[in-house]
């Protein structure tokens, strides 16, 4: 595609509830990352693919957060038992590993 | 561990003047430097980055200077228009290591008054 993609836009949870949060990177990137985004905040990174290679993931605030890459291409992004320290606007970025990343619109979170 | 600061956070400028925004970056190791402008409620935006080889990058207004010695970074927007007007964010990364993640720094509310 022409940038990247994320759904929803929008999530609204229940505390205590599963959400799943989907990315669609630039055709052809090898590279992804997730990124947490609070309000007035700059980007903090969460997790970092490389194809469908699980590089990084120091950036994960627990256990309840999980992604996944399967086929190097589309990822998710699963928060479970969602808290409302979880309500964040997620990024996703993507690149050709060339060091330029590109961002998605993110999905805005939240959590009552 | 890695930090990036930025400063000022907010700042306010005529239009038609310059702006500049600096950053400190903790990591010396980092070698990649990109901006990145968000506008309120969208995706951000990369404008311009730099890489550890080189001094100084320019792209019509706006230009990025790296001094790797102070390990600081600074935005320079001349002429500044009303459409500047953004939230911008430095961000620093250990490009080709075992993780590409950029560190952001807080950001800096440009105004650009007409």
């Known amino acids: 595609g022409a940038g990247v993609s994320q759904s929803p836009r929008y999530k609204v949870a229940k505390r205590g509830q599963d959400v799943a949060l989907r990315c669609d990177p630039i055709s052809g990137h090898v590279s992804l990352f997730w990124y947490q985004q609070a309000l007035g905040q700059g980007p903090e990174f969460l997790t970092y693919?490389?194809?469908?290679?699980?590089?990084?993931k120091s950036g994960l605030p627990s256990d309840r957060f999980f992604a996944e890459r399967p086929e190097g291409s589309v990822s998710t992004l699963k928060i479970q038992r969602t808290q409302q320290e979880d309500s964040a606007v997620y990024l996703c970025?993507?690149?050709?590993?060339?060091?330029?990343?590109?961002f998605g619109q993110g999905t805005r979170l939240t959590v009552v | 561990g890695e930090n990036v600061e930025q400063h000022p956070s907010t700042l306010s400028v005529q239009e038609g003047d310059s702006a500049v925004i600096k950053c400190t970056y903790s990591d010396s190791a980092s070698n990649y430097f990109p901006w990145y402008k968000q506008e309120l409620g969208k995706r951000p935006q990369l404008i311009i980055d730099?890489?550890?080889?080189?001094g100084e990058k320019k792209d019509q207004r706006i230009a990025v200077t790296l001094n790797k010695t102070a390990k600081h970074f600074s935005l320079h927007i001349t002429e500044t228009q009303p459409e500047d007007s953004a939230v911008y964010f430095c961000a620093a990364s250990r490009f080709g290591g075992a993780t590409n993640k950029l560190i952001f720094g807080t950001g800096t509310l440009l105004a650009v008054q007409p």
């Open positions: 693919f490389q194809n469908e290679a699980q590089l990084d």
């Open positions: 730099i890489r550890s080889n080189v």
């Open positions: 970025a993507s690149s050709r590993g060339q060091g330029e990343a590109f």
